[in-house]
């Protein structure tokens, strides 16, 4: 059974950081692109980072720079350092694992957690 756990939402005052993490199990986890989303009220899910199989790393402009992706293939896990907060980063945050093989593409996403970013 695959499972996708988020960790490290909550409240952050504007300017501040946050750290998520997603704690992967049941994939072949240094094979897949980890990818963070990000969906706020009223808008579509936008990809925000993602890292490949190789680490090689992209972000949507609105968070590069502030924003740092990072994974652990060792522990499974994929990692979100955000930092100089904003409160347009205010949104459920998804984590994403996929693969593209002679099968098809194969994907699975987290539950959710929620960064508020707000005085």
């Known amino acids: 059974q695959v499972q996708l756990v988020e960790s490290g939402g909550g409240l952050v005052q504007p300017g501040g950081s946050l750290r998520l993490s997603c704690a992967a199990s049941?994939?072949?986890?240094?094979?897949?692109?980890m990818g963070w989303y990000r969906q706020a009220p009223g808008k579509q899910r936008e990809l925000v980072a993602a890292i490949t199989s190789d680490s090689s790393t992209n972000y949507v402009d609105s968070v590069a720079g502030r924003f740092t992706i990072s994974r652990d293939n060792a522990k499974m896990t994929v990692y979100l350092q955000m930092n100089s907060l904003k409160s347009e980063d205010t949104a459920v945050y998804y984590c994403?694992?996929?693969?593209?093989?002679?099968?098809?593409?194969?994907?699975?996403w987290g539950q959710g957690t929620q960064v508020t970013v707000s005085s």
């Open positions: 994403n694992a996929k693969v593209k093989n002679s099968f098809g593409v194969r994907e699975y």
């Open positions: 049941g994939i072949l986890f240094r094979l897949y692109t």
